[in-house]
């Protein structure tokens, strides 16, 4: 049981928008920022969103993130069968003083 | 370039001990937080272990009292010294590493050294 909580698939028609959600609590998203990764089949995880809302250079502004309270969004629109992969979110937990992972999201694009 | 590599994976029996090695390339490992993040066959990652840039320890507690995270400055890198290991145990593990300045995300990962842990 993660201690960050994520759908575990979401899918959606190519060019369609598609949203994932990520539940946390007040020692964790609703005190420190949250980053999303993805990790494609067979591949490393890697940066997508960082510090709730910024995209690292490369990564397409198709790509968003949000954080209210003690839950994150991360959005894709346009989606793309290359886009179809796991996405996870990551935050520190400040009372437990681990990082911690949402259980992962697998994105297929019908 | 910013490299990971880790090594060191391997067949281990249960109660058995490995050693993972992660050999940073491109910046200098001591000044950044560094991670150990693992992932079971057909699963989701699970943080590990981390270890600051002061040398403070973290540990999941999952593997508290068997695991060890230390790193070698001069040598740049990161290990992760395993103890007691339990089928559970058995994953790719990957060395990541947090943002310099923030440490608030992971900005690199290295490709993974698969420990698997059977008899």
């Known amino acids: 049981q993660s201690v960050l909580t994520q759908p575990p698939s979401v899918s959606a028609a190519p060019g369609q928008k598609v949203t994932i959600s990520c539940s946390g609590s007040?020692?964790?998203?609703?005190?420190?920022?949250v980053s999303w990764y993805q990790q494609l089949p067979g591949t490393v995880p890697k940066l997508l969103i960082y510090e709730n809302n910024k995209r690292p250079s490369g990564i397409a502004d198709r790509f968003s993130g949000s954080k209210s309270d003690t839950s994150a969004t991360l959005g894709i629109t346009g989606l793309q069968t290359g886009d179809e992969a796991d996405y996870y979110c990551g935050t520190w937990d400040s009372t437990m003083s681990v990082w911690v992972f949402g259980g992962g999201t697998k994105l297929t694009v019908l | 370039e910013v490299q990971l590599l880790e090594s060191g994976g391997g067949l281990a029996q249960p109660g058995g001990s490995l050693r993972l090695s992660c050999a940073a390339s491109g910046f200098t490992s001591g000044s950044c937080a560094m991670s150990w993040v693992r992932q079971a066959p057909g699963r989701g990652l699970e943080w590990v272990s981390g270890?600051?840039?002061?040398?403070?320890?973290y540990y999941a507690d999952s593997v508290k009292g068997r695991f060890t995270v230390s790193r070698d400055i001069s040598r740049n890198t990161l290990s992760l010294e395993m103890n007691s290991l339990r089928a559970e145990d058995t994953a790719i593990y990957y060395c990541?590493?947090?943002?310099?300045?923030?440490?608030?995300?992971?900005?690199?990962w290295g490709q993974g050294a698969l420990v698997t842990v059977s008899s």
């Open positions: 007040s020692s964790n998203i609703g005190k420190n920022s």
């Open positions: 990541a590493k947090l943002h310099l300045y923030s440490a608030t995300y992971y900005d690199a």
């Open positions: 270890i600051g840039t002061a040398g403070n320890a």
